[in-house]
């Protein structure tokens, strides 16, 4: 029997990383969740050893990675080089599967082409704006940014490859478009994009199967097998408990002695995949997942198991960490989660309590 839990851990560069800037991790990941945002400079930093938040952020500055909607319609990380074939691939599928949700919003195609015009002439030239004056030009042209319309249309032009996020400005993010954020990058056919995308998660998450991956890209499962199909050569499988699992031909052994790792709240850890049952048993589920209303939360990982969540406390000079364990825990292995915890507090520069 693999340890599918144990070889996670390497294939995510969470053990053994052989990344060593921000924008690898992205770009070997694929994508990184990242709705929250603080959560996803920590899904970096927990794979880059020596990294501080002020590294990855200067990656996200430098145009090196862009944060924008793409996979299940949902904000992730991309590197810059991969966003252009990595949109057209994903984005058709959510959006025809909101063709719904826009008539219940009165939003139809004069709409959002007038919006992407507006949008367009506004933040030309390398602007970024906040979303309070993005949605200020749209009312400005009698386009109502009321409800949840404002969002849908950000979302929309982002999954169309119009806008992206720009830099935060304190805790509120900006907007910018694309085409000035990243005004080149490499596009692909949709049969080799299908067929990279599927390179990147099964070396990236595997062991995972044809059905963990299309959940993940939102993709059909026909589409999900033959991206597989055609990198299948650049990979290896195995078959346990009658199901069949697909993984990096290239893995390396793990050097690494580290066996606790605190992970932050939606890490592609646990959402990379449909079944999760091989990190985080089912009576568990619920509390990594309260009420199943999809917010993650942060996660205690021991040995490739999820074992808790925890939770931080910033102050202005230090963190708080708490810890929830589901069951008690020895004391050698809590001693090895605050060892994680002062790296944490590396990451972010403060003293850890």
């Given at each position: 029997m693999k340890d599918?839990?144990?070889?996670r851990?390497?294939?995510q560069?969470?053990l053994?990383t052989?990344?060593?800037?921000?924008?690898?991790?992205?770009s070997?990941?694929?994508?990184?969740?990242?709705?929250?945002y603080?959560?996803s400079?920590?899904a970096?930093?927990?794979?880059?050893?020596?990294s501080?938040?002020t590294?990855?952020?200067?990656?996200v500055?430098e145009?090196?990675?862009?944060?924008t909607?793409a996979?299940?319609g949902t904000?992730?990380?991309?590197a810059?080089?991969?966003?252009?074939?990595?949109?057209?691939l994903?984005?058709?599928?959510?959006l025809?599967?909101?063709a719904g949700?826009d008539?219940?919003?009165g939003?139809?195609?004069?709409?959002f082409?007038?919006?992407r015009k507006?949008?367009?002439?506004?933040l030309?030239g390398?602007?970024q704006?906040?979303r309070?004056e993005?949605?200020?030009?749209?009312?400005?042209?009698k386009?109502?940014t009321?409800?949840q319309?404002g969002y849908?249309i950000?979302w929309r032009l982002?999954l169309?490859?119009?806008?992206?996020?720009?830099?935060?400005?304190?805790k509120?993010?900006?907007?910018?478009?694309?085409?000035?954020?990243?005004?080149?990058?490499?596009?692909?056919?949709r049969?080799?994009?299908?067929a990279?995308?599927?390179?990147r998660y099964f070396?990236?998450?595997?062991?995972?199967?044809?059905q963990d991956f299309?959940?993940?890209?939102?993709?059909?499962?026909?589409?999900?097998?033959a991206?597989?199909?055609?990198s299948?050569?650049?990979?290896q499988?195995?078959t346990?408990?009658?199901?069949?699992y697909?993984m990096?031909?290239?893995?390396?052994e793990?050097?690494?002695?580290?066996?606790a790792?605190?992970?932050?709240a939606?890490?592609?850890?646990?959402?990379g995949?449909?079944?999760r049952?091989?990190?985080l048993?089912?009576?568990?589920?619920g509390?990594v997942?309260?009420?199943g209303?999809?917010?993650?939360?942060?996660m205690?990982?021991l040995d490739?198991?999820?074992?808790g969540?925890?939770?931080?406390?910033l102050?202005?000079t230090?963190?708080h960490?708490?810890y929830a364990?589901f069951g008690?825990l020895?004391?050698?292995n809590l001693?090895?989660?605050?060892?994680a915890a002062?790296?944490?507090g590396a990451f972010?520069g403060?003293?850890?309590?």
């Amino acid at each position: 029997m693999k340890d599918i839990a144990f070889l996670r851990l390497i294939h995510q560069q969470i053990l053994n990383t052989r990344c060593r800037q921000p924008h690898e991790v992205v770009s070997v990941l694929g994508a990184i969740q990242a709705q929250d945002y603080a959560a996803s400079l920590w899904a970096i930093g927990a794979r880059l050893p020596t990294s501080t938040r002020t590294d990855v952020e200067s990656a996200v500055s430098e145009h090196r990675i862009v944060r924008t909607w793409a996979m299940r319609g949902t904000i992730h990380l991309i590197a810059a080089e991969d966003v252009r074939w990595m949109l057209p691939l994903l984005a058709p599928r959510v959006l025809s599967g909101a063709a719904g949700r826009d008539r219940q919003l009165g939003l139809d195609a004069a709409t959002f082409s007038r919006s992407r015009k507006l949008l367009e002439k506004a933040l030309q030239g390398g602007k970024q704006m906040p979303r309070d004056e993005v949605y200020a030009v749209l009312e400005s042209s009698k386009i109502s940014t009321e409800g949840q319309r404002g969002y849908h249309i950000l979302w929309r032009l982002g999954l169309e490859g119009v806008v992206c996020f720009g830099q935060h400005e304190g805790k509120q993010p900006t907007f910018a478009l694309l085409d000035d954020w990243v005004p080149q990058s490499r596009r692909l056919e949709r049969d080799a994009a299908l067929a990279e995308l599927a390179l990147r998660y099964f070396s990236s998450r595997g062991p995972a199967t044809a059905q963990d991956f299309a959940t993940w890209a939102k993709l059909s499962l026909a589409e999900a097998r033959a991206g597989l199909e055609s990198s299948a050569p650049e990979l290896q499988r195995f078959t346990q408990t009658g199901e069949t699992y697909w993984m990096s031909k290239m893995l390396a052994e793990s050097t690494d002695s580290q066996t606790a790792f605190l992970l932050p709240a939606f890490d592609e850890y646990l959402l990379g995949y449909k079944d999760r049952n091989a990190v985080l048993a089912a009576e568990h589920a619920g509390k990594v997942v309260p009420g199943g209303n999809g917010m993650f939360l942060p996660m205690m990982v021991l040995d490739g198991r999820i074992v808790g969540i925890w939770k931080r406390t910033l102050k202005k000079t230090s963190v708080h960490i708490d810890y929830a364990p589901f069951g008690k825990l020895k004391k050698s292995n809590l001693a090895s989660f605050d060892v994680a915890a002062q790296r944490y507090g590396a990451f972010l520069g403060l003293m850890v309590e």
